[in-house]
């Protein structure tokens, strides 16, 4: 008997801009607070393509109702260029 696996396609972002998303990055847990906290996620986009590019040059707007402490804390976590 023969079996196949499939697995979905994995994309990364490092590969399609400047913005590196690496295992160590706090980008991705950045962007997952960020939802947490304002309740909608930080990039849109009409296709896939317009959401990466989104994702890769556009920068986060933080709502005037977070705290500064908190859309301070965003911005720190949500960093594209960690300073490991």
Same mark, same amino acid.
């Given at each position: %008997? ?5 697995? /979905? ?5 490092? +590969? $399609?801009?400047?913005? /590196?998303? &690496?295992?160590? &990055? ?6 997952? $607070? ?6 909608? %996620? ?5 296709? *896939?393509? *317009?959401?990466?590019? +989104?994702?890769?040059? *556009?920068?986060?707007?933080?709502? %005037?109702? $977070?705290? !500064?402490?908190?859309? &301070? $804390?965003?911005?720190?976590? &949500?960093? !594209? #260029?960690?300073? #490991?």
């Amino acid at each position: %008997m023969v079996s196949f696996q499939l697995e /979905p396609p994995q994309i990364e972002i490092s +590969n $399609l801009c400047a913005a /590196p998303c &690496s295992p160590k &990055s706090n980008h991705p847990k950045g962007v997952l $607070l960020y939802e947490m906290a304002v309740g909608k %996620m930080p990039f849109r986009g009409n296709d *896939e393509n *317009e959401l990466l590019w +989104n994702v890769c040059y *556009e920068q986060i707007h933080y709502p %005037m109702f $977070l705290t !500064k402490e908190l859309a &301070s $804390l965003l911005q720190s976590v &949500s960093s !594209k #260029h960690d300073n #490991h």
